[in-house]
């Protein structure tokens, strides 16, 4: 796998002066083609051993390239802020859009590279987090994101040689950091860890490249010609397989997606009593120290007119104004269309302490989507696992994910409509497209019973919230959200 | 000024009715309207004594309108990650855009409701953080950010006893909070703070309605006409004079703007060292521990051809990747449009112990904005306070703000066009705008030269690097980098 790279090979200054001039034409004529045509994001990956020019490299990349449209970003420790949220959530921040390049170094490899050259590393570990990263990459290739993923490497006399020329001039001494000479001493174990990555997140899609890197001018052709595949080389197939993910689905009870027409109607005074009580309980939680550690995301999903905003409302009402925010989710707009589709959910996720609340969520993906034909099967089919990683990674941040299904009888939604459709200020929430989604409801409740026994997942179930009667079904939401934090206890 | 809302006025429930509908029905329609216009973006501030119904009356406000065009938001302490940018920084990004509408809670007059709350508040402190807040509201509303400030009243009477009837009652007595019962001890002084900064930064274009807290309908109908008005009334016009910037220019030089032709070559091994010494000593400065309390924003600005690109990787290249970020600038794209035109530059402010580099800045709006007649004289003129006001925020939060103007000869410049059209690497640099800019150059330099002369200020000052030889220009941006540095000690 490295045999070539520990060769140390290189390539004559004539040469290379006349591979230049090509390669960084065809850069940039590339780079205006893929903003021209949007057919894909280029994201590029950089890792390998220190000391192998990789920083230099892309220098170079970026002055070859119009900076404008490519994006470098290197993350250290994590901050405060960044450390609530899931390990992802900086990576996803720094996608780049379709039409654009972005290149990263290490990123989502840190721990899993940190974990292989430990002395005794974890395999198990090591390939759960493979896993995870596997899955990662192929839910961005399939949605248009061109991964290149670089190794440099050389071998280890030339890492020292070029090393020691660097520390001898005071004038590039400065440059050698720690992390450079703790090759010297480890480089067989950084070797060994190197093959373990590369061999576990090997991918046709976000295929691994060894660039050699002991001399300057075969480094720069090699990652200028990888970054030119990527730029307008052919998109790969996407591994039809990734590996499954690791959640826990509930238990399975026959659900009913909607409620049969009629059912009692709570009274005006005992639903006031109770919903107090309910967002009294509510509040104490929320305010309570444990919950500083956690955060809370809510995801209400139903059919129209099912009584979602009323349930967020009675929710809201017991919570601090400083600590939750409502997300109303429609169609996304044609920036965030630039992305993959879970982007800009990402981009909502809430510090500790603090409430989201999605009226409509991601499930649009595997609702809506799907049943308007809006996006091809294959690709509603492979969000059920995209999105239960997402969540596994939210829960795994410290957030308790919640999930309500709302629906009435379609006899209900018809008088509700039509309840709509009277009131001067009511009128404005029912849109054609409510109509629209009526005459196939058959086919969204498939799609919902679908989403709810593909998606009911021990760390972020969902809850079934089915009743005419509005007051019930505030009431249920309440008791679901108050019990579930009373089990955090 | 509280004379009415200490009567505690209230209407009946005939009349409410009979309003409720009207407001009603007008808020949502001209909520749409302005979501088609977008002439303006709607912003209200509430404020008030504690226990006047500030909160239940703006959830209300939040049922009648279409919440997906209406964002509420309340701040607590600041996070760490707030805490190292400016105060106003997570107001800014709580704007709406234009066509949006958004509701804040205190906001930016929080430090001084504290400060006019205090025993003895003092009054010279209050007039400088009032004459702030009135020079950013009148820059809001000079870019169409219509400003509606609600201030909620009561007497103490009805303060204590709406409180009593919460606390009688387990369901409610959650929702009574420590700063509603403070009233009770300190309404005089909370009164009496209320008085000062309403009379501090009442403004026509901005100005503070009082709204009659003890009734909940009488306050439901205020509100809901109070925003109204900001929906659709005619947008006041903005007072002439804002309290004038309190910054102090350098003592004044006179400056070329652009160097003659010719001028010494730097040889290259010379510029070699001593580049490489610049670096070290560059990088040893954001290396250590004291630039963890700061960042460092850097600012390009020059005309086309004169380096900035080529000076902004040389000191790129002293730095550590995770710890910079170059922000090139170029036209507002729709959707930064929508806002204050400083609104995007805001969003990308460092936290501590990073260098954020601008290429090209704000400046554009006194710049190619001014020369292209982009906008009305009347906004480029108000813009070097406005920028001013900006950077001196910038100062305060730990930043260290160093402003470069790069310029070249006429000749050198035609020199560099001609060689940029000639390499197939570099012509995509140069665009047609690049040469009717040169057709312009005399206008340039008199915009560069105004520029100069009104933000040269001893918090944030301009560097002039006039030199035909970008040898030269390169040593000398790094110089004044180090040298700033340096005196931080």
Not at 104 to 130: C, G, N
Not at 460 to 476: S, Y
Request: charged share 30%.
């Amino acid at each position: 796998m490295f045999e070539r790279a520990e060769l140390d090979p290189a390539i004559d200054e004539e040469e290379y002066e006349r591979r230049e001039l090509a390669l960084r034409t065809e850069l940039l004529q590339r780079q205006y083609e893929l903003l021209e045509k949007r057919d894909r994001a280029v994201l590029v990956v950089v890792a390998g051993i220190d000391g192998a020019g990789k920083g230099s490299t892309i220098n170079l990349l970026n002055e070859w390239m119009d900076p404008r449209h490519i994006r470098t970003q290197a993350f250290g420790e994590p901050t405060p802020e960044e450390a609530q949220r899931p390990a992802m959530w900086r990576y996803w921040n720094a996608l780049p859009a379709r039409g654009q390049s972005g290149i990263v170094f290490d990123a989502w490899y840190t721990p899993l590279l940190k974990e292989a050259a430990r002395k005794s590393p974890d395999m198990e570990r090591i390939l759960a987090m493979a896993a995870r990263i596997r899955r990662f990459e192929a839910m961005l290739a399939a949605e248009r994101v061109r991964i290149v993923k670089l190794w440099y490497h050389l071998s280890r006399r030339a890492q020292i040689a070029r090393i020691d020329e660097q520390l001898a001039d005071p004038a590039t001494a400065w440059r050698v950091s720690e992390a450079d000479l703790r090759v010297r001493k480890r480089f067989k174990r950084l070797r060994a860890a190197g093959r373990i990555v590369l061999e576990a997140t090997q991918a046709p899609h976000a295929s691994w490249r060894v660039v050699p890197g002991a001399d300057a001018r075969l480094r720069t052709v090699e990652t200028a010609s990888a970054v030119l595949d990527a730029l307008a080389g052919p998109l790969p197939a996407v591994a039809r397989r990734a590996p499954p993910p690791a959640v826990a689905l509930r238990r399975h009870r026959r659900l009913a997606m909607a409620p049969r027409p009629g059912g009692g109607k709570l009274d005006g005074d005992a639903y006031e009593k109770r919903l107090a009580s309910y967002q009294a309980q509510l509040a104490e939680h929320a305010r309570s120290k444990r919950f500083q550690q956690r955060s809370l995301v809510l995801v209400f999903e139903g059919v129209d007119a099912a009584g979602k905003g009323g349930a967020i409302r009675r929710v809201a009402h017991a919570l601090d104004v400083r600590h939750f925010r409502i997300v109303p989710v429609s169609a996304p707009t044609g920036e965030e269309r630039a992305y993959p589709y879970l982007w800009r959910f990402w981009r909502q996720l809430p510090l500790h302490g603090r409430v989201c609340m999605f009226d409509r969520s991601w499930y649009g993906r595997v609702l809506v989507e799907r049943v308007d034909a809006l996006i091809t099967p294959a690709a509603w089919r492979r969000a059920y696992a995209e999105i239960n990683d997402f969540e596994d990674q939210l829960v795994r941040s410290g957030a308790l994910v919640l999930k309500f299904w709302l629906s009435v009888s379609r006899d209900e939604q018809l008088r509700r409509f039509r309840e709509r459709r009277e009131s001067p200020f009511k009128s404005f929430k029912l849109t054609p497209d409510d109509w629209r989604n009526r005459r196939k409801w058959g086919e969204y409740m498939d799609a919902a019973r679908d989403m709810v026994a593909r998606t009911d997942t021990l760390h972020a179930p969902w809850f079934i919230v089915a009743h005419d009667d509005k007051r019930t079904a505030r009431l249920q939401v309440l008791e679901h959200i108050v019990q579930a934090l009373d089990d955090l206890k």
